[in-house]
């Protein structure tokens, strides 16, 4: 398990390029790119929004891990994307301080439009401002929803359904589109706040300054960056 800040950027940021090539697996299928039989293509497509809603349960853990004051090891060994949202809205509403600053107060991410002004006269060592777009992101309520949708795929089902799901039946690209369409508006830029809204994990799916690589970083109010170095000082005493 990584231990420091740099480690955990560095795991966020490499769950998130398998974000992006679940993307151009589905994009791949629904374009025909990739030619399966209908209920294989179906079954694939939902496998692989199984897996995103996974990878973002997944990242709350590592964002929080991070900045506290979550604890997450209360998860235990839970891997299952229901099970983790549902342990750590368990764990939020102990922890958060219901501070009326934060217009998100919730441990899910929420989508960004990220600005950043690099170092300049005025911003010596730049600037990075963000605003909350209303684009129909992916919400906690949806993820369960999905996640619990996408289990139907899973298994070959009972005997009584095996006319429902037919080998040879057309299958709904619309609705596969639409969920696909809601994870990347949630991940292309998105955020997420400790329980004090001190702390802010900001995520980068593409950063087009970097060979579209993403880019994690962790970002501190004037208010935590001196709890910081107020813990560290007594150390560094003689």
Not at 6 to 32: C, P, T
Not at 69 to 95: F, H, M, Q, T
Request: glycine share 6%.
């Amino acid at each position: 398990m990584p231990k420091t800040t740099q480690q955990f950027q560095e795991l966020y940021a490499g769950l998130m390029e398998e974000v992006k090539l679940r993307f151009e697996m589905i994009d791949a299928i629904l374009s025909n790119r990739v030619q399966l039989p209908n209920f294989l293509a179906e079954e694939c497509c939902y496998l692989q929004l199984r897996m995103l809603c996974e990878t973002i349960a997944l990242c709350c853990v590592i964002a929080h891990d991070t900045m506290g004051p979550i604890d997450v090891n209360r998860l235990g060994s839970r891997y299952d994307a229901d099970g983790i949202i549902k342990i750590l809205g368990e764990i939020w509403a102990e922890s958060a301080t219901g501070n009326e600053a934060n217009p998100h107060p919730e441990f899910f991410p929420h989508p960004i439009k990220l600005t950043v002004t690099k170092p300049n006269a005025e911003y010596p060592k730049g600037k990075a401002h963000f605003d909350y777009p209303d684009n129909g992101s992916l919400t906690k309520d949806e993820l369960l929803r999905l996640y619990g949708r996408t289990g139907n795929y899973l298994h070959r089902g009972r005997l009584k359904k095996l006319e429902a799901h037919s080998p040879i039946k057309g299958w709904d690209r619309a609705t596969i589109t639409s969920w696909t369409n809601k994870i990347v508006a949630l991940l292309s830029e998105h955020h997420i706040a400790a329980a004090d809204n001190e702390r802010h994990w900001l995520v980068i799916l593409k950063n087009a300054d970097d060979q579209n690589r993403a880019q994690v970083a962790l970002a501190e109010s004037p208010a935590a960056r001196e709890q910081h170095a107020q813990r560290v000082k007594p150390k560094d005493r003689k």
